[in-house]
């Protein structure tokens, strides 16, 4: 493939690696990524291995992959095969090719403020908050939800921005009136309806980063964010929904983060 | 050197690297730090490159003492010559030989909550914070100060443990109230006697990271911390006092991470 106008003169490779199982989830998201990848001239190669690939299999691909200078992006669909850690392999992914931002030097140099490839969605709820123009110096956020791959690198990177960042987790004590001290509340507790119009301080900028599949009035199962929305839309400033919002915002950023390593802006040389 | 009875059978050693400089500060510091290891049967190294080394010098010592299977722990000595980021050298260190914890994969560790070589200075403020017997989870643990170095990550070490986080930086409003709702208060700023009494809830854990020079009532230069130590220590319940607390401390962590390399604790294999 040779190089799009107007790119630098930078190809960007995604190289993906799946491993087979009876889940198709994967597949179908490898297979939108092929073709969204496609659109945007972005040379998509998917290394499908086989549902027995044990940790060296794996390892081993991804090595390769990060030797190989055509490779400019390289992610790794999850699930992995029972038994094998998902974190021994992402550590193994060459930070500068790491777009999904997993290997934990990626949120090593968030912490120190080096430019760096993010987790996506919390890149992505941090994008959300910026777009509302707020300035986050000396404001209060609170982020609910301290997971290792969203709520803790989210408390970060507002760190980094110098808000007064909050992290709350399942035992905090006060939680409704931490919620109501915030100027910038994000959601990412995982339990469907957790925040009320009566934690929300008016005009706040809500991001909701929860996806919990729940049962609507017909009985079938619906996607829900952790925010009740329809109320906390009366008093919010700001409120990303759930579908649409953070999921879809995710995509974008992986997008970018693709991009960034072809221009080897993820790198501090 | 032959390993002293009950080390396992590994040997730990330290090599050191220093770029001469006008100021003495860093060799005095190397030189206690000979002997500290000495008494401890630590092997240690001091590598001493001339003032003129440049990064590419500098560099290169680094990637050697990684590849040497003989050195179980690398430290760079501050400061390097004008003009070199302390950060494009740090970054080299072997994760696994980093025993100050300060190559980004180790704070992306502790994110991630894998074990790993902290940086000394925060894993000092918390193991203090432990020896108090004080159960972190569920309660509010604020942290006056979020530099790359110690407040961001005692932040992410306190996460850790499931307390409710608050990070407060020198933009932050209601400093005062959030400093009184703490059960757990580390002061990390620089600022002398920023933490006054009125500030810390009766019974508190007050952690003093600050290291300030002020004048005395004889007009000499002393060392004083963030923390107003003669009316907090009426209130607080526990209270690390400047100099002596987290000072020492920080030292004994940086030999407990050489130990802890030498034995293979840091790595995640």
Redesign the interface.
């Known amino acids: 493939m040779s190089p799009k106008p107007g790119v630098r003169g930078a190809v960007a490779r995604l190289d993906a690696v799946l491993v087979e199982s009876g889940d198709n989830g994967a597949r179908v998201y490898a297979e939108n990524q092929r073709s969204t990848c496609e659109e945007l001239g972005i040379e998509y190669r998917l290394h499908v291995l086989p549902a027995g690939a044990g940790f060296d299999d794996i390892a081993g691909r991804v090595l390769l992959l990060n030797h190989d200078e055509a490779v400019s992006a390289i992610m790794v669909h999850m699930p992995l095969p029972e038994g094998i850690d998902p ?2 392999v992402q ?1 193994l992914i060459d930070p500068d090719k790491d777009v999904e931002g997993v ?7 968030i ?4 430019s ?1 490839l993010a987790p996506c969605t919390a890149l992505a709820a941090v994008k959300m908050i910026e777009s509302t123009d707020i300035t986050l ?2 404001k ?1 956020a609170v982020v609910v939800g ?1 997971s ?1 791959v969203v709520g ?2 989210i ?2 990177l507002l ?1 980094r921005q ?1 808000a ?6 399942v ?3 006060g939680l409704a009136e ?1 919620c109501r001290s915030a100027d910038v509340l994000v959601a990412a507790a995982g339990s469907a309806g957790l925040i009320t119009a009566a934690m929300v301080k008016p005009g706040a900028v809500v991001i909701d980063v929860g996806v919990n599949r729940v049962p609507g009035p017909d009985g079938r199962l619906k996607t829900v964010g952790d925010v009740a929305f329809d109320e906390v839309r009366e008093i919010a400033g700001w409120l990303s929904p759930v579908p649409g919002g953070v999921g879809p915002m995710t995509i974008a950023m992986l997008l970018l983060n693709v991009a960034e390593a072809a221009l080897g802006a993820g790198s ?1 040389a």
């Open positions: 974190y021994r550590r290997n934990p030097a990626n949120i090593g140099n912490v120190y403020g080096h760096s110096r000396g209060r301290a290792n803790k690198p408390a970060v760190m110098d007064t960042v909050v992290s709350c987790n035992w905090t004590e931490l501090d």
